[in-house]
């Protein structure tokens, strides 16, 4: 192979890649905008490519979804592994509450669409049981014996820093960032502190 052939080839994949990325970057945008279904002819015309480009770099929207639910867990895994100031259970009860709720609060548009399809992928299912698990896997780690040698505790307290309480509290109650994680906080505190 020549060094031309080699530049062209290498040019290709580049050009790919950015195409990739491209629609994956046009899916997120669309939903953090509102659009919870989007469809390949949408995320097309926003990444800039033909719908052919985008089957050809995704077998179906579910292998899309999946992608973007990558996306959603490292954002949920770099929160994660921030390390913890406290050392005492309040403290930490306390950076629980901060975290999550930054954690959730900037994947939520992503997390909701995920869960509008989840129901018709087993690997968007399998994904979501993954993220909960190891989101649980946190809270046994960082607790102290006390919390996760009572299973009534270590259980509420998986409950009460789920995406799905903090989505009731945000979208259905309708609470500000600000009161969502203050009324969090009071009820973690008052459970399980």
């Known amino acids: 192979m020549t060094a031309t052939g080699e530049i062209e080839r290498d040019g290709r994949r580049l050009r ?8 994956v970057a046009a899916m997120l ?6 659009e919870m279904r989007p469809g390949a002819e949408l995320v097309a015309a926003r990444a800039d490519v033909g719908l052919r480009t985008v089957f050809r770099h995704f077998k179906d929207m579910d292998s899309l979804y999946r992608e973007m639910g990558e996306v959603v867990e490292a954002g949920v895994r770099a929160v994660a592994a921030e390390p913890f100031n406290s050392t005492d259970l309040r403290g930490k009860l306390v950076e629980f509450v901060e975290r999550r ?5 900037r994947l939520s548009p992503f997390k909701l669409a995920m869960d509008v399809h989840r129901h018709q992928s087993e690997a968007l299912a399998r994904d979501s049981s993954r993220m909960v698990a190891e989101l649980r896997a946190i809270v046994e780690r960082e607790m102290p014996p006390e919390v996760t040698g009572d299973p009534l505790r270590i259980e509420a307290l998986d409950l009460l820093l789920s995406f799905e309480v903090w989505s009731r509290l945000r979208m259905d109650q309708g609470l500000s960032v600000a009161e969502a994680r203050r009324v969090l906080e009071a009820i973690v505190l008052k459970a399980v502190g």
């Open 101 to 105: 709720s930054r954690a959730f609060e």
């Open 16 to 23: 790919s890649e950015g195409s990739r990325k491209r629609i």
């Open 29 to 34: 945008d669309l939903i953090s905008s509102g």
